[in-house]
């Protein structure tokens, strides 16, 4: 099988901190009613930005991970860092809210439209800000937007994308009735296409494939956001953005943000040493590294990393609190220093490799998707971060997002146990289901180092255990995750988190789509890691994605969920966590969940 490679973005977002699992756990009688999203919850927890109670000047230090490459978020090398910093330089049309619903953002879209549902072809009509310029003084126009659709468009190789999806639905791009109305029309429906240029990078940065490929060496880049960058320095792992002079929107409170690279494990005492005013912490919790014993301790009775059913294992002597939980509480307790939580916009799930021994069987498959305690998972998994322990019961979309539905009853309306006595996995004299003299025991692959991820391997080992099922869990280091274990498809199953948005069905029809046959006949499985699909599946996430109504389109996103749990390709579990610290004084900053920083308005209040 062959597998594509995933952008750098794609792979921390993947093994980002903060695996877990989460939904209700196995229902042994009916069924409750679905679950829908509550329109009132967030997911960000942010300090709020009264501008009038912000104090204009000032600087402001804030942690990256490191010194990104590029702020071209579309080439592969780009990250999270990239595009934190792209936020705060360039335009985006639309921007999340709270809840992952696009909006248009003023400061660059005085107005869109679409055409209504069946008329075709679909034209959008942009009306861009007349004040909005490049950093050169150039208006935001057409050959923007132009030369961005034809980098992103797939049709010319020589630009090496990480990510496209939508621009191949373009047909063009002209200017409308003046320089600052453009009109889009498409050549198939495309119902997400309030997801498209953003960011939107200056047709002198897209134009040519070496332009647009080029590494970020220094500060020569034209934007358009409130900040511009004055210095970049990576072997002194920092980024330097000042007040953008040309800035037409509302006057950056902050006359400086310095991005500093500073390693997850050295942000605690960063933070605590007045270095840092902003840092993200899930990392910095979730592997914290234990402290090295004083002394050498009476070693701990050697406890199977398999767990069976019937068969606890002996309670071990009271042992001091992980790592984890010890770096939380130094987080919660450094003066002048808040821990904002939130849900990320991220999904952890468990994913049933559907080729391997017994996961063949779609019967079993079924049975695990409602064997798994997601509850249990979940609470585990996040209540000792201090964030309630809410399982999700979808594949495709966060819990506070519009059209989310638990449908994870569409995975079995059987017990469990009566599935797989039905698959001829039997209980005989032991704890662990048999077929053919052979015991239902399954791998589970995990990221090294996550205490979250360890939390919801034992939990889950414990709750399918409960159904004669054993888990023998094995860790893999990040950075040979994806390539080494996930591409190679050796494990049955495996942990792990997908970013989630607010269109489905562009950015993640990749995730469930049936492997097709390469050249050499082999599936090609593509960001498919269960390897299981169906034409039908195939078929809701192209409808969805040309469905320019907003209710049928959740209908048919909620189908397709339906089918993907039916079809028993992975268990959702939870949204992974989100720690971030702030010192005290900053405001405007936290974290956001589906959102990212209105620049402009972060800053020390008065």
Avoid at 72 to 86: K, S, T
Avoid at 334 to 343: K, N, Y
Avoid at 385 to 395: D, I, R, V, W, Y
Avoid at 411 to 439: F, H, N, Y
């Amino acid at each position: 099988m062959r597998v594509r490679q995933l952008t750098a973005a794609a792979v921390a977002l993947l093994l980002a901190a903060g695996l877990g699992g989460c939904s209700d756990g196995p229902a042994r009688g009916p069924s409750a009613a679905p679950a829908q999203a509550d329109p009132t919850a967030a997911t960000g927890d942010v300090r709020p930005a009264d501008r009038d109670a912000v104090r204009d000047g000032g600087t402001l230090r804030w942690a990256l991970d490191g010194v990104p490459t590029t702020l071209n978020v579309y080439q592969r090398a780009a990250g999270a860092d990239a595009a934190l910093l792209a936020h705060a330089l360039y335009p985006s049309l639309f921007r999340p809210d709270e809840h992952g619903r696009l909006v248009p953002d003023p400061d660059y879209l005085a107005g869109a439209e679409s055409t209504p549902p069946g008329q075709q072809p679909q034209v959008v009509t942009y009306r861009l800000n007349p004040h909005a310029v490049w950093s050169d003084g150039t208006p935001l126009s057409a050959a923007d937007l132009t030369a961005q659709r034809a980098a992103l468009s797939g049709l010319d190789p020589a630009y090496r994308v990480g990510r496209a999806a939508g621009y191949d639905a373009i047909d063009s791009v002209t200017q409308g009735s003046d320089p600052h109305e453009v009109k889009v029309t498409f050549r198939r429906p495309y119902a997400e296409w309030r997801a498209l240029f953003g960011p939107l990078y200056p047709a002198a940065e897209t134009a040519e494939p070496t332009v647009f490929d080029r590494a970020l060496t220094g500060t020569g880049h034209l934007s358009a956001g409130p900040y511009a960058l004055t210095r970049y320095d990576a072997d002194d792992g920092k980024v330097t953005l000042e007040r953008n002079p040309l800035w037409w929107g509302d006057r950056p409170r902050t006359d400086r943000i310095d991005f500093l690279a500073t390693a997850p494990e050295r942000r605690l005492d960063a933070l605590d040493q007045d270095r840092l005013d902003v840092a993200p912490l899930t990392a910095a919790v979730d592997r914290a590294a234990p402290a090295r014993p004083t002394a050498t301790p009476t070693a701990p009775p050697t406890v199977s990393a398999t767990a069976t059913a019937g068969a606890p294992a002996a309670a071990p002597p009271a042992a001091p609190p992980e790592a984890a939980v010890l770096a939380l509480r130094r987080a919660e307790s450094l003066p002048g220093v808040t821990v904002h939580r939130a849900s990320a916009a991220s999904l952890t799930q468990l994913t049933l490799n559907t080729t391997r021994g017994p996961l063949t069987d779609p019967t079993v498959r079924r049975a695990i998707g409602r064997a798994v305690d997601r509850r249990r998972i979940a609470e585990a998994a996040l209540g000792p971060l201090g964030l309630p322990g809410a399982p999700l019961g979808s594949h495709l979309l966060a819990a506070d997002q519009e059209g989310y539905r638990d449908d994870s009853a569409a995975a079995a309306p059987a017990d469990p146990a009566l599935l797989l006595d039905e698959a001829g996995w039997k209980l005989a004299s032991g704890p662990i289901r048999v077929k053919d003299g052979r015991e239902l025991t399954l791998g589970l692959l995990v990221p090294a180092g996550s205490a979250t991820a360890g939390r919801t391997a034992d939990a889950l080992a414990a709750g399918l255990a409960e159904y004669g099922i054993a888990v023998q869990t094995r860790t893999a280091p990040a950075e040979s995750f994806v390539e080494e274990q996930l591409t190679a498809g050796e494990y049955d199953l495996a942990l792990f988190s997908w970013p989630v948005g607010p269109s489905p069905a562009a950015e993640q029809r990749a995730v469930y789509a049936k492997p097709r046959p390469d050249a050499d006949g082999a599936p090609e499985v593509g960001r498919n890691y269960g390897r299981g699909g169906t034409e039908e599946i195939d078929r809701l996430f192209d409808r969805a994605a040309a469905e320019l109504d907003p209710a049928a389109r959740l209908d048919l996103l909620t189908e397709a969920d339906v089918r993907i749990w039916q079809l028993g390709h992975s268990v959702p579990l939870y949204q992974r966590p989100e720690l971030v610290g702030v010192r005290s004084g900053v405001v405007g900053v936290g974290a956001f969940g589906f959102g990212w920083p209105r620049f402009q308005d972060v800053g020390w209040k008065r």
